[in-house]
């Protein structure tokens, strides 16, 4: 039954659109897609159901997992006996059976709605109290809230997730003499929560069920071949786990929970005085990937560090240098005290599926961007923290791995001097991880894709090589006009679902990951015709290597692909040497770090689930919302209970929903991360919320017309054809009926389309790409447009991918279409959605030798392009955006067909710098 009309429509909307869900065992609380609206469309939603599909294929296997044969994770009762297999989880006496500490529905939701979706201010929600009041008093009964004191009371009682902030203090402790400095007297305060009870409360956290690791494993595919994926498929969990029970065989059936930290500084405002806050975060190895990245309070904030301040003339002081790097190992030391006692013997957890389990630590992952690396990990600027390369041939010949075990030898045998200049160790550091167990700084420095890859050797490093090179060898003024060229071209960039445009070229200060990302996806296109051949390879390989790592799972082949991408990579990348832009080489750390990331991918799986972007983005909901919503004067400690009321709701939510009491359609990501302002000038997202991610079940792919059909346009098929100039369209129209009903094609008489023809100027295309931004399992939307008139600019019809063969990898498998015409009709009560497409073919049988990416051009059928009708079904992908007459490439590197785990990784670009993907 439902309340309304409207709720009818929109549960028809949310959950009926998917006709091609993949079966699965899981059983998870999903929340239902939200609808885009298309700019075009206007007036009553006029929703029209697809016809049925054909059922997907049967999942293929995806081989077998081999569990840790010691830490397996298994149930116990709350004493630590273990359970007999197959035993139902005992009752949580905690799960919520009413409102508490709210009265009821409405009262939570209103509290929730004020405070962490609006984030209303104190006098506007006492006004909104004061209006509801008045409201109320006609009938006698009272509003959810008193004030926004009595808000904030309710909040602050509840108990579910509860997790409060301490606070200690710290000095400095040498000698004390005349004339002494300000930062020897100065007293630092240092905020932290027990990350003993962060994580308890994580583990109890039911919304991670079914997304959640129990135990090490190794993945093998159906050819035996080894997989990594999520952190628990890696070797450290595995090595670690076998470690701990050999150590103590007492621990036989406990489950390893790793830890993993993460600490940056951030600025929260420049303008007011540079205010600088350096969180730290706490999460743990065993949820997903996806539910990292996806921010479902799977990162909490656990610290703020201090950040001792001087006088300039301290600046390079060394003893100030010295006690700053021993005050943030010891804060983080003392923060993390309370694990260490788990991390020997066993302590007794709820988990996600409700049981008890045996939980034994371990400091797994350290997720820090290459300035926090160097302090963590005590060595020298320049130096890699992971090998002992010489900071002037990082990539030259032979460097063993750093450990804790060799350093301490070193630092037992030689003198600062000669540590500091052979091996660039700082043995003024002693790293916080020799406090604890198993502890080693060098191992669990995490890889970092965004300052790594993306930031560093992208931005930072190729992008201005290629400005250096012009003004080597053409001069400045020359110089400054290819770069406006080049500019010019990505601003040429047509619209298409989740490109940013850049319609200014790539002139403007704050540089964020995601413009490097989304320059990426241009700029090899824009490059080409004006910079060397070898220098345009060097970026082909790059980008090769970069979005192989960005993928959400490898195989014993894809780190192949990777190690032949690195090493192209710095064969091409000579063409800076040769050129005078590089003359002394190319040892730079981020550069380098790229010899590490086959071995980081076996130990710790997808880099993405370990990378600096995802505490960047907990800074805007840790640290950069709630000072924005502070008074700005002594701001850390009402942040702090801002964080702390958000994570109470978010918790609250999550075992509402557990109960049945809330129903899973509200269950939002309660903390979602929000881009940081852009200043004008910036690249834009060609919006209308043209991609979205989302948390459905697993579909092998879908796409649905807009609900609004287009207006003022004839409803037959031949007046139709008349006003879109395709006369063919009847024909054609008719000729795809034949085939729907499974008549031989090209029948002399076709049955006929007799009913009013409905056209519609955009579709949704839901498919499976864990590997790009995506929702919990993988799934992205985007809207494909085709539509005679896109912001005042002329039309704009989209590409696509048309999945043909599923067994071949890639392009192989695939096929380019641009939609000339979305449509709909009725025949014998069957509503038939379809479009009609152009199509093109590849340009030879392989990519560019050049560029590494696949050339498409029009196929024509005599004089004519081939044109023709195609189902709506679970074959199309969102493409790139062909808009411009030259010829437009498209590269699917590492794609894998739509039933695989990585279709929507790929990197695509053309000739004339018009790339989406």
Not at 87 to 115: C, G, H, I, K, M
Not at 886 to 898: G, H, I
């Amino acid at each position: 039954m439902f309340r309304s009309q409207h709720g009818r429509t929109y549960h028809v909307r949310s959950i009926h659109q998917n006709h091609n869900l993949v079966q699965t065992q899981l059983q998870h609380n999903d929340t239902p897609p939200f609808d885009i609206d298309d700019p075009h469309d206007h007036g009553t939603p006029d929703f029209i159901l697809p016809s049925p599909s054909p059922p997907p294929p049967p999942r293929k296997s995806t081989g077998s997992k081999r569990l840790h044969p010691f830490l397996t994770g298994r149930p116990c009762d709350s004493n630590g006996n273990f359970l007999p297999p197959g035993s139902p989880p005992p009752p949580n006496p905690d799960a919520a059976d009413n409102w508490t500490p709210f009265e009821d529905e409405v009262q939570f939701r209103t509290a929730d709605f004020l405070y962490r979706k609006v984030e209303m201010s104190g006098g506007d929600i006492n006004e909104l109290m004061d209006i509801w009041a008045l409201d109320k008093a006609k009938s006698g009964d009272p509003g959810p809230f008193e004030s926004v004191s009595d808000m904030y009371a309710t909040i602050d009682v509840i108990k579910h997730g509860d997790a409060p902030w301490k606070s200690f203090t710290a000095s400095y402790t040498g000698e004390i003499r005349r004339n002494t400095p300000s930062w020897q007297l100065a007293n630092y305060d240092v905020w932290y929560r027990d990350p003993e009870v962060v994580i308890a409360n994580l583990l109890a956290n039911p919304d991670f069920d079914n997304q959640f690791d129990y135990t090490p494993y190794v993945e093998l595919d159906k050819q035996g071949n080894r997989r990594w994926s999520d952190f628990m498929s890696g070797n450290f969990a595995w090595r670690h786990s076998t470690s701990i029970y050999e150590e103590d065989n007492t621990t036989l059936g406990a489950m390893y929970c790793g830890v993993i930290a993460g600490a940056d500084k951030t600025t929260v405002s420049v303008a007011t005085g540079h205010v600088e806050y350096h969180p730290l975060y706490l999460s743990i190895s065993n949820v997903h990937n996806s539910v990292r990245r996806a921010h479902r309070n799977a990162v909490v904030p656990i610290g703020f560090l201090a950040i001792p301040k001087s006088d300039r003339k301290y600046d390079k002081d060394v003893a100030f240098r010295k006690f700053r790097r021993q005050l943030y190992h010891s804060s983080i030391s003392a923060i993390l005290r309370t694990l260490r006692q788990g991390m020997t013997k066993p302590v007794i957890r709820r988990c996600p599926d409700g049981h008890f389990r045996r939980v034994i630590y371990d400091l797994a992952a350290f997720i820090a961007d290459y300035p926090e690396q160097v302090l963590l990990a005590g060595i020298v600027q320049n130096w890699c923290p992971k090998c002992t390369a010489p900071s002037t041939d990082l990539d030259g010949g032979l460097a063993g791995m750093r450990t804790r075990e060799s350093t301490q030898a070193l630092m037992d045998t030689l003198d600062s001097k000669r540590l500091w200049d052979e091996y660039g160790i700082d043995d003024d550091i002693i790293p916080f991880t020799f406090d604890f167990p198993r502890a080693d700084i060098h191992e669990i420095l995490s890889p970092d894709l965004l300052h790594q890859l993306i930031k560093g050797t992208f931005k930072d490093h190729l992008v201005t090589w290629v400005g250096e090179f012009f003004l080597v060898t053409e001069g400045e003024a020359r110089a400054n006009e290819i770069l406006d060229e080049i500019d010019r071209r990505i601003a040429a960039t047509p619209a298409f679902p989740g490109l940013r445009r850049f319609p200014h070229g790539r002139r403007f200060k704050q540089w964020t990951g995601d413009d490097s990302k989304a320059l990426m996806k241009v700029y090899i296109g824009a490059l080409t015709g004006l910079v060397p051949s070898e220098m345009v390879q060097c970026f082909a390989a790059f980008m090769d290597a970069c979005y192989i790592t960005r993928r959400a799972d490898f195989d014993e082949a894809t780190l192949t692909e990777l190690d032949n991408a690195v090493t192209r990579f710095h064969h091409h990348r000579e063409v800076f040497r040769t050129h005078d832009v590089r003359p002394t080489g190319f040892s730079l750390p981020r550069q380098h770090s790229l010899r590490h990331y086959h071995r980081h991918i076996e130990e710790f799986g997808a880099p993405g689930g370990l990378c600096s972007s995802i505490t960047e983005s907990r800074h805007i909901t840790a640290v950069k919302k709630p000072w924005r919503r502070s008074n700005r004067y002594e701001a850390l400690g009402q942040m702090l209970l801002t964080n702390q009321r958000l994570e109470k709701l978010a918790a609250a939510r999550v075992q509402f929903v557990d109960a049945g009491m809330l129903p899973p359609s509200h269950s939002l990501p309660p903390l979602p991360p929000l881009p940081p302002p852009r200043q004008a000038g910036d690249g834009e997202e060609d919006g209308d919320n043209d991609v979205e991610f989302i948390d459905d079940d697993v579909v092998v792919g879908n796409v649905v017309l807009a609900r609004t059909p287009a207006r003022k346009l004839p409803r037959d098929l031949d007046t139709l054809a008349g006003v879109i100039d395709e006369p063919l369209l009847p024909h054609l129209a008719h000729q795809f009926l034949a085939e729907q009903l499974g008549f031989e094609q090209d029948i002399p008489h076709p049955p006929q389309i007799h009913s009013p023809i409905s056209v519609f100027r955009s579709a949704i295309a839901t498919f499976y790409a864990p590997s790009d931004p995506s929702g919990l399992r993988g799934l992205k939307r985007e809207r494909i447009r085709s539509t005679p008139s896109w912001r005042n600019q002329g039309p704009r019809k989209d590409c696509a991918f048309v999945v043909e063969n599923q067994d071949k990898p890639g392009m192989r498998g695939m096929r380019i279409v641009r939609i000339k015409l979305f449509f709909s009709f009725i025949h014998e009560s069957i509503t038939y959605p379809c479009a009609l497409v152009e199509w093109f073919k590849t340009v030879g049988r392989s990519p560019d030798p050049e560029t590494g990416m696949w050339t498409v051009r029009p196929e024509f059928r005599g004089a004519s392009r081939d044109t023709s009708g195609y189902a709506l079904r679970h074959r199309i992908l969102t493409g790139h955006p062909a808009h411009c007459p030259t010829s437009t490439s498209l590269d699917t590197l590492a794609a894998r067909p739509l039933s695989s785990p990585d279709v929507g990784s790929s990197r695509k670009s053309s000739t004339a710098g018009c790339t989406a993907s």
